[in-house]
C-alpha cells in the first residue's frame, strides 16, 4: 500500500517561498504514475495545484502556474512543491498525492499539512 | 476558472438514496469522461469513491454510484448509513492538463 508524507515548515512569511516535501514510501515513483499536490484552506474547498510525471512532465493549474514549481527525486523516492510569493490566500493544508494513469485522478493521499502564512 | 458546481448541502435518513451533483460545462464535465468523486471526513485527507464517471476503487462499497448527463455528474449514496456522513467533491478534467474540483457538499445523515 503507497504511503505519503508530507514534510516542511507550518508557518511562512509573506512574500516569501513555500517549499515542501512528500515523501513516498510502498511504490518507487521511477515506477510510474502521476505525482502531485493539493491544497485545501481551512474550511473550504479543495485546489489542485499540479502533478508530474516520473519522468518529469508537469502540468500546473493556470490560476497558480506563474508561482508554482513540482519536482521529482527518483533517487530518494520524493517529490516537492515550491510555491513563491506567499500571501495569506495561500494558507491553507497541503496534501501530496498520488495520482493514475492520468494526472486527472487522486487515487491516494497523504495526510496533509498546515501551512499558515502570517508575519 | 470557475469551481465546479455543487449543492452545498444534501441530507437523508439511514437506509434511504441520495444524490449529489457537479454542475460544470461543455469544456469540463460535459467532455471529460475524467470525473471523480471523492469523500472527506472532518479532520481527514479526501478519500477517491469514483472515477471515470462511475467505476468504483477496490474496497468503496456499491452503494456508491456515480453517473453524468450533458454538463452534470451525479453521485447517489444507496441505502445511508451514518459513516457516509462527509463532505463530497467532485472533479473533473477541465482541458489544457488543468483539474478542477466542485466546491463541496456536505451531507448529512438524518
Known amino acids: 500500500q503507497v504511503q505519503l508524507q508530507e514534510s516542511g515548515p507550518g508557518l511562512v512569511k509573506p512574500s516569501e517561498t513555500l517549499s515542501l516535501t512528500c515523501t513516498v514510501s510502498?511504490?518507487?515513483?521511477?515506477?510510474?504514475?502521476?505525482w502531485g499536490w493539493v491544497r485545501q484552506p481551512p474550511g473550504k474547498g479543495l485546489e489542485w495545484i499540479g502533478s508530474i510525471y516520473y519522468s518529469g512532465s508537469t502540468y500546473y493549474n493556470p490560476s497558480l502556474k506563474s508561482r508554482v514549481s513540482i519536482s521529482v527525486d527518483t533517487s530518494r523516492n520524493q517529490f516537492s512543491l515550491t510555491l513563491t510569493s506567499l500571501t495569506a490566500a495561500d494558507t491553507a493544508v497541503y496534501y501530496c498525492s498520488r495520482g493514475g494513469s492520468t494526472p486527472m485522478v487522486v487515487v491516494y493521499w497523504g495526510q496533509g499539512t498546515l501551512v499558515t502564512v502570517s508575519s | 476558472q470557475s469551481a465546479l458546481t455543487q449543492p452545498p448541502s444534501a441530507s437523508g435518513s439511514p437506509g434511504q438514496s441520495v444524490t449529489i451533483s457537479c454542475t460544470g460545462t461543455s469544456s469540463d464535465v460535459g467532455s471529460s469522461n475524467y470525473v471523480s468523486w471523492y469523500q472527506q471526513h472532518p479532520g481527514k485527507a479526501p478519500k477517491l469513491m469514483i472515477y471515470?464517471?462511475?467505476k468504483r476503487p477496490s474496497g468503496v462499497p456499491d452503494r456508491f454510484s456515480g453517473s453524468k448527463s450533458g454538463n452534470t455528474a451525479s453521485l447517489t449514496v444507496s441505502g445511508l448509513q451514518a459513516e457516509d456522513e462527509a463532505d463530497y467533491y467532485c472533479s473533473s478534467y477541465a482541458g489544457s492538463n488543468n483539474l478542477m474540483f466542485g466546491g463541496g457538499t456536505k451531507l448529512t445523515v438524518l
Open positions: 510502498g511504490y518507487s515513483i521511477s515506477n510510474g504514475y502521476y
Open positions: 471515470e464517471v462511475r
